[in-house]
């Protein structure tokens, strides 16, 4: 029968497009001890931290995975209204390093986009950059790109041009290297397990098997453990740089005019990213001088 392990599906997104809910309707929780994870209100996050849920019954339609334990992994958005980009990412990335030390089985990913937003904003592709750099090309047969908030959709909006445009423009390059769609198209349990089924079927696929792609990690796994490199040497955090750097050049090109009150906001704005990026730089060089002094000394 072999061990048991624990099969993780990270659940990733944008704030509020949905992510606790979904582990919460797909886990049925509160249950058994556990609690439900807390869901924030408005546009306020309230994931400040990895959230985990272990969901029981799932697996009884797939004897290969009966004997493990499956759980979801509830992370907090790049756009997170505390937290900065650089303290999610290294919250992210040391879970995902530990969960891969451990031996956990990689089940597969869920990215959630709220379709109720209507456009693509500079923020939500940062998300997507980041998500893509996070997960690489190999492992992209794992994710699954769930649009949610069917149920909010008025005569007047279109959602079916906000889905059609998420899959031919924004996740079109992912979708080619294996990704997939769905739709949650209610907030209710047997919509969830539809999307957590597609997830196990993936999975179980023997031609996946054939492949040898069970075993495929997230590039920011490899790039930890295999290939033991810092976080900010992975591609994730080279990607973030650039992201806060050219959204910090966009801002001081726009830094002339406006009210006091718009003034003070965009000077706010731009001292956190710039004390973002010298974090992030800091990190850089910390690390770096850490090298060097262990490669002087095994000289």
């Not at 556990?34 to 306020?44: C, H, N």
């Not at 980041?130 to 090309?137: A, I, Q, R, T, V």
């Not at 999975?203 to 453990?225: F, G, T």
């Amino acid at each position: 029968m072999g061990e048991s392990r624990r099969f993780i599906i990270p659940v990733m997104g944008m704030t509020k497009a949905g992510k606790s809910s979904f582990i919460n309707t797909v886990a049925s929780l509160p249950k058994d001890g556990q609690p439900k994870l807390e869901v924030g209100t408005a546009m306020v996050s309230c994931t400040k931290k990895l959230q985990i849920a272990e969901a029981e019954g799932l697996f009884s339609k797939y004897p290969s995975l009966e004997k493990h334990r499956l759980q979801f992994v509830d992370t907090p958005g790049f756009d997170d209204t505390d937290l900065p980009d650089y303290e999610i990412l290294q919250l992210i990335a040391d879970h995902l390093k530990a969960s891969c030390r451990k031996g956990d089985i990689l089940g597969g990913v869920l990215y959630l986009h709220d379709l109720s937003r209507d456009g693509f904003t500079g923020t939500a592709k940062k998300n997507l950059k980041l998500f893509d750099n996070l997960c690489g090309e190999n492992s992209m047969f794992k994710v699954i790109f769930v649009t949610t908030k069917w149920e909010r959709r008025s005569v007047k909006e279109n959602y079916e041009a906000r889905e059609k445009e998420l899959k031919d423009v924004h996740w079109e390059s992912m979708i080619n290297l294996g990704a997939a769609t769905m739709r949650l198209e209610k907030e209710d349990h047997a919509s969830a397990i539809e999307i957590v089924d597609e997830v196990l079927r993936r999975y179980v696929n023997p031609k996946n098997r054939e492949k040898k792609l069970l075993d495929q990690v997230l590039q920011i796994q490899r790039e930890l453990v295999a290939e033991k490199k810092y976080l900010p040497q992975t591609e994730a955090a080279k990607s973030l740089l650039g992201e806060l750097e050219a959204h910090a050049k966009i801002l001081k090109a726009g830094s002339q005019g406006g009210t006091f009150e718009d003034m003070k906001e965009h000077d706010e704005k731009l001292g956190k990213l710039e004390r973002q990026i010298a974090e992030v730089k800091l990190n850089i060089s910390q690390r770096a001088g850490s090298f060097l002094k262990r490669w002087f000394r095994s000289l």
